[in-house]
């Protein structure tokens, strides 16, 4: 999931990935450094040219360029993708670069950036700060399910799971037509090695890296392929290493109720919260509010039905931090008051324009245009990505008979976001198998210190999630106790700002263990 400036959970729409290959996985080779490995060296040599960033309303000292990486790196004549990249020069004296990731998965890095950078502009003291489009996200060829994408019904497998289980292989079928040969190739594993060769495009010997929610999954992997290409590491927000896909949403289920709850006993402080007063009726009354909406859809802004599944997803993601509960409270109330989904479908948006992308059999993927991103685009990679990561596929049989079970421990979780986060489980089944390296192998990392961030009151990765990859990653982590609230510290906790900044800019390690406090408790 996205840190503070924007976050992304499953959306209704979803889409599917293929398994990566993997080569080069835990040497830290560069090109040309072994005869009998692909040769690199066209892809490590390049340099970026920047440029002002196209488009209206994009900072004037944003620059933006692309690097180019293998579609399959072990056939790096196959054909190539480009990926977006964009930066903040560094203001003082440069000793290199840090590359930003703000989560997802299916986050584009370079519209966060134009709208949050200012956040990192202490960093530019020493450094360029770099942020991305990853592979299948925003304009680095970007993924999508089209319009016939499996919508996240939880009522429809309740009814015929079978069939919806045959429904989701077709929207499959659907998704790998509709993404183009990119789809196969996406995944943390080949993510990670993008990051090498942009490490060496913007002319650094190491990568310095700070990465949020799903970014931490992203970083660790990295640090397991290239150990000996670490610079200053900081995780913010630290995703799992080991959970398989049920657990992990299990675990966002509860995050989320928690956070509703809290929202709504925030809510109902003011005369204006739709639920009303009462936090034990507002409760029951978001429930129903999502069972009518499921039972009788009201139009969205684009003409669709707008189930109470929408809803589920848009209220998940506005809850991720308390900033944005004044405008989530406003939506509701025009949802509630006027049947007005405009606000509400706000949050759930995730790309620029309903458009879609042709199936193409073209295996060089140059920047789209920000215009032609798909609609579905951050939901489509986010599965992707998930299911390109997670090496568990149980057979349809295992699934339906495993269901009534799973659903009554989802449900237990969150009457209201537990069923939304089951059905999205179930859409990795009938893709290929994903990685295992990252559950088998990133482990004992052999790299300078790295600094994990963990926030106690975090909805989305629980501080459990920090201290145990922490143990995976071994000698290597140094965990920062964020006692606080919210998804990821940086954005929210000035503390967590101050320690991160000063690692990255002079190597300023905290103790393991060592703390910060409440955020309202600081000055």
């Not at 990465?211 to 995703?239: C, H, W």
């Not at 699934?399 to 969150?414: C, H, K, M, N, T």
Request: hydrophobic share 35%; net charge negative; charged share 25%.
């Amino acid at each position: 999931m996205l840190a503070h400036l924007s976050t992304l959970p499953t959306l209704r729409r979803c889409a599917v990935a293929g398994a990566v290959g993997l080569v080069l996985l835990g040497t830290g080779l560069t090109a040309g450094e072994d005869s009998a490995e692909p040769d690199l060296s066209r892809f490590y040599q390049q340099k970026v040219s920047w440029a002002k960033c196209p488009g209206e309303g994009m900072p004037k000292d944003l620059q933006c360029g692309k690097v180019t990486v293998p579609l399959d790196y072990s056939h790096p004549r196959a054909g190539t993708l480009d990926l977006a990249l964009a930066r903040y020069r560094a203001t003082g004296d440069k000793r290199g670069s840090v590359l930003l990731n703000f989560g997802g998965p299916g986050g584009a890095g370079v519209p966060e950036f134009a709208t949050g950078g200012k956040d990192f502009m202490e960093l530019t003291d020493g450094y360029d700060i770099v942020t991305f489009d990853p592979r299948g996200v925003g304009r680095s060829s970007p993924v999508s399910c089209g319009d016939a994408a499996m919508q996240n019904d939880s009522t429809e497998i309740d009814r015929d799971p079978q069939s919806v289980l045959e429904d989701f292989k077709k929207a499959a079928d659907t998704c790998a037509r509709n993404s183009g040969p990119v789809l196969p190739h996406i995944g943390t594993v080949n993510a990670s090695r993008d990051m090498d060769v942009m490490r060496a495009a913007v002319g650094d010997k190491k990568l310095n890296y700070l990465g949020f929610s799903y970014g931490t999954r992203l970083g660790a992997v990295y640090a397991a392929q290239f150990p000996d290409k670490v610079g200053r590491f900081v995780l913010d927000g630290v995703d799992t290493l080991t959970e398989p896909l049920t657990e992990q949403e299990l675990v966002g289920a509860q995050g989320q109720q928690k956070a509703l709850e809290e929202f709504v006993n925030w809510c109902v402080k003011d005369i204006g919260c739709p639920f009303g007063q009462d936090a034990r009726e507002a409760r029951k009354n978001v429930v129903r509010l999502v069972d009518s909406l499921d039972a009788d859809p009201v139009p969205s802004a684009f003409g669709e039905p707008f189930t109470g599944q929408d809803l589920v997803g848009a209220i998940g993601q506005a809850l991720y931090s308390k900033d944005l509960w004044p405008t989530l409270e406003r939506a509701l109330a025009s949802l509630v008051n006027d049947g007005d989904t405009h606000a509400i479908e706000a949050f759930a948006m995730g790309g620029a324009s309903p458009s879609m992308r042709d199936e193409t059999e073209d295996p060089d993927g140059g920047l789209v245009d920000e215009q032609d991103i798909p609609l579905d685009n951050l939901s489509a990679a986010l599965m992707a990505i998930n299911c390109a990561d997670d090496p568990d596929r149980p057979s349809g049989k295992q699934i339906i008979g495993g269901l009534d079970r799973l659903r009554a421990r989802y449900e237990e979780a969150s009457p209201v976001f537990g069923p939304y986060r089951l059905t999205g489980v179930l859409l990795c089944y009938g893709r290929p198998k994903g990685t295992d390296f990252i559950r088998d192998e990133v482990k004992d990392v052999d790299t300078p210190k790295m600094l994990l961030v963990g926030t106690r009151g975090d909805p989305a990765t629980p501080y459990r999630w920090t201290e145990e990859t922490a143990k995976r990653l071994g000698s290597s982590a140094v965990i920062l106790d964020n006692k606080g609230s919210g998804h990821t510290g940086y954005a929210s906790s000035k503390c967590v700002h101050r320690k991160v900044d000063a690692f990255l800019l002079y190597g300023t390690l905290p103790p393991d263990g060592s703390s910060c406090g409440p955020e309202d408790d600081r000055a």
